[in-house]
């Protein structure tokens, strides 16, 4: 394996900016959404970028390396294949949850749509540490993993995310990815102390670090990654560099994109705030944090299955609350699990309008407010294109349509509900005619 070395200043590329990326100064790397990547058929922006030197980081979001079943073969293939596409040095994913339910609690499998904190448990760190030596024999490069930004808290939690991220480290030698941000939306919403965060983390095990915007609402933090990175996460980023030179430091931004010049000014408060900050005095060393109860270790390596399962229930039991509109779990807040309900649903619409853009062009400004009616009653079980295709056959069964409306939206889903578009089918009149007839019952 490839270690990572220095990475430098970088930013997330999207597609929206890539050529403000390729022209901006000073960039060093990227990091790239693994999953929107086809390793094939990478894009001709990144291609270039590649050609410079500038390093490829693939980020992948839909591993789910803390939930409760194994990680999934499939999705392990792609994440190695578009590491190789890129000859990146690392790859990255989340400590998070984004799946529940299935054969494990013998429900029906629900997705998130987004990145769920897990509880840090030992039957959770368990299971995490299992998934993260899966994932790592899997991978053709170094694993490094994201502290992730909640807007909840579990209940009996048993470790700080300090001593939680240590003995995660200590247990599988994987890299962190420190999200800096998510450390201010942890602040804000749960309570949590940045500064002891940083005290208990094993530092020198960070492989790159995060930064990122957001904005407060009713009390609660939302990392929305659309907005100008403020102070408070600066700050953080500063404690950090007075105690480590973290490898690279990268800005996120998903959306809302600003003027390029916008995009550079924040970078060079990055740049500013790490110089300032490791040409200061370090501090004196201190006391790392102890490892959790490592007893744990004993029953994972053993294979028992009761810490998966009891995780698998927990999980499948949270997820419904927020996605199904099934009784909150003891012990939760429930006015917080209506912001992360609505956050979801809200985020489940912008996705599936990325995805399937002639839905918010055919449906105009109706297509906010069905979608989120929608969402309420019926939870995403696949994919974001699987959804669209629902939401879109729930609107035509239902006739909440103009006509005008209707036929088009009925056209779109017909050309893609199939295993081939219509003009490709040998009988496609004959197959348009019969869900036609179908739909009109």
């Not at 980081?57 to 079943?69: I, Q, R, W």
């Amino acid at each position: 394996m490839r270690e990572p070395g220095r990475l430098g200043t970088g930013i997330g590329w999207r597609p929206e900016i890539a050529g403000t990326v390729e022209g901006m100064p000073g960039v060093d790397w990227v990091e790239v959404v693994a999953e929107n990547l086809c390793p094939g058929h990478l894009p001709e922006s990144l291609v270039r970028l590649r050609e410079r030197g500038v390093t490829v980081v693939p980020h992948g979001v839909s591993l789910g390396l803390g939930g409760a079943d194994r990680p999934d073969e499939a999705r392990l293939t792609a994440l190695a294949e578009r590491a190789e596409a890129l000859g990146s040095p690392l790859v990255t994913e989340h400590i998070a949850f984004v799946r529940a339910g299935g054969p494990l609690t013998a429900s029906p499998l629900l997705e998130a749509g987004h990145l769920l904190p897990v509880p840090r448990t030992r039957d959770a760190l368990d299971v995490l540490c299992e998934n993260i030596r899966a994932a790592q024999a899997a991978l053709p490069v170094p694993l490094a993993v994201e502290n992730i930004a909640a807007l909840i808290s579990w209940p009996g939690e048993e470790m700080t995310e300090g001593q939680f991220l240590y003995d995660l480290a200590d247990r599988t030698g994987v890299r962190l990815l420190i999200d800096v941000a998510n450390l201010h939306t942890n602040h804000v919403n749960r309570g949590e102390d940045p500064a002891r965060a940083l005290d208990e983390l094993p530092v020198e095990a960070i492989a790159y670090v995060h930064v990122a915007g957001g904005f407060e609402r009713d009390g609660v933090w939302h990392d929305s990654h659309a907005h100008p990175v403020p102070r408070p996460v600066l700050d953080i980023l500063a404690d950090l560099a007075s105690r480590v030179t973290p490898p690279g430091v990268l800005l996120e931004r998903d959306e809302n994109f600003p003027e390029p010049a916008e995009l550079e000014r924040e970078l060079t408060a990055i740049r500013g705030t790490l110089e300032k900050a490791e040409a200061a005095p370090r501090p004196a060393g201190r006391d790392a944090a102890a490892p959790a109860d490592r007893r744990s270790d004993a029953r994972a390596d053993a294979g028992e299955e009761a810490p998966r399962q009891r995780v698998a229930l927990a999980q499948a039991a949270l997820l419904s609350a927020l996605v199904a509109g099934t009784p909150a779990p003891e012990g939760f807040d429930r006015v917080r699990l209506g912001v992360q309900a609505r956050a979801l649903a809200a985020k489940r619409a912008d996705v599936v309008a990325k995805v399937a853009p002639e839905l918010p062009e055919i449906l105009a400004d109706g297509y906010r407010p069905a979608f989120l009616a929608y969402a309420q009653r019926r939870p995403m079980t696949g994919g974001y294109r699987r959804d669209a295709l629902d939401f879109a056959e729930h609107l035509l069964l239902t006739g909440l349509l103009e006509d005008a409306g209707t036929r088009r939206l009925r056209d779109w889903w017909l050309e893609r509900s199939g295993p081939a578009p219509l003009s490709a089918r040998p009988v496609a009149r004959l197959a348009r005619a019969t869900r036609r007839a179908l739909l009109r019952r």
